[in-house]
């Protein structure tokens, strides 16, 4: 199952998540539909904060979300707490719901995209949101748990038809005029790179929780 399939990562997770043969089915699962069509993908629209529309999703084995926003777009702190922390937690709680007594959910692998920063103890809402989100996260119980923090993210938001943001337009153009003195872990990263390594990640199924930084991710996605 992939959250997010819009979005930057989550469109290129869906693109790799289709193209797996070890993936008899893709379920999405997010406010709208992706505009893709495919034999084994099933389309799921669904009210995150809506307990019972995700307690009628499927229970999969794999589950990858990519799901997040900016407070300058969700409106508020609360609107993007809803989005980046309680829409991921409880999606994820709902795939492994009443099974955790079967010791099925240690079978569960939960691949995330969260950032760079994330500090469940930082001064710095943003960080602290996904900071708390991993920690839950964590404690949910999952076999294999991969979470991916990237930097600044480079992709093509114009095709998703996403709002623009001069900001990180104008960081991007200035990290590509000194990518050289850049360290590896604060360099923009292609949204491409971040899906790829994830879907490694999350395959691998290692167990435990595995943290990726941007440097691990490109080395990844680029092995």
């Known amino acids: 199952m992939l959250?997010?399939?819009t979005g930057l990562v989550g469109r290129e997770l869906l693109r790799l998540l289709l193209a797996d043969p070890r993936y008899s089915a893709v379920h999405c699962v997010g406010r709208r539909?992706?505009?893709?069509?495919?034999?084994?993908l099933t389309a799921h629209v669904a009210d995150f904060a809506n307990a019972a529309q995700l307690a009628a999703l499927p229970i999969c084995d794999d589950l990858y979300i990519a799901l997040g926003t900016t407070i300058k777009v969700a409106g508020s702190q609360a609107a993007f707490k809803a989005v980046d922390y309680e829409a991921v937690v409880a999606l994820a709680q709902s795939n492994i719901?009443?099974?955790a007594t079967k010791n099925v959910a240690t079978d569960r692998r939960l691949g995330v995209v969260s950032a760079m920063g994330a500090d469940a103890n930082s001064s710095v809402f943003y960080n602290r949101t996904k900071g708390q989100m991993e920690a839950a996260l964590s404690a949910l119980g999952y076999g294999s748990l991969s979470i991916a923090r990237p930097s600044m993210l480079a992709g093509d938001r114009d095709a998703l038809k996403q709002a623009a943001r001069p900001g990180e337009q104008i960081g991007l153009?200035?990290?590509?005029a000194v990518?050289?003195?850049?360290?590896?872990?604060y360099k923009?990263?292609?949204?491409?790179?971040?899906a790829s390594a994830l879907h490694r990640m999350v395959?691998?199924?290692?167990a435990g929780v595995r943290?990726?930084?941007?440097?691990q991710l490109r080395e990844l996605a680029q092995a």
Do not use: Q, Y
């Open 179 to 185: 990518d050289f003195l850049i360290p590896a872990n």
């Open 203 to 206: 395959s691998a199924g290692d």
């Open 211 to 215: 943290i990726a930084l941007s440097g």
């Open 33 to 40: 539909a992706p505009a893709v069509t495919h034999a084994k």
């Open 3 to 5: 959250a997010g399939a």
């Open 173 to 176: 153009k200035l990290m590509g």
């Open 97 to 99: 719901a009443g099974e």
């Open 188 to 194: 923009a990263i292609d949204a491409a790179d971040v």
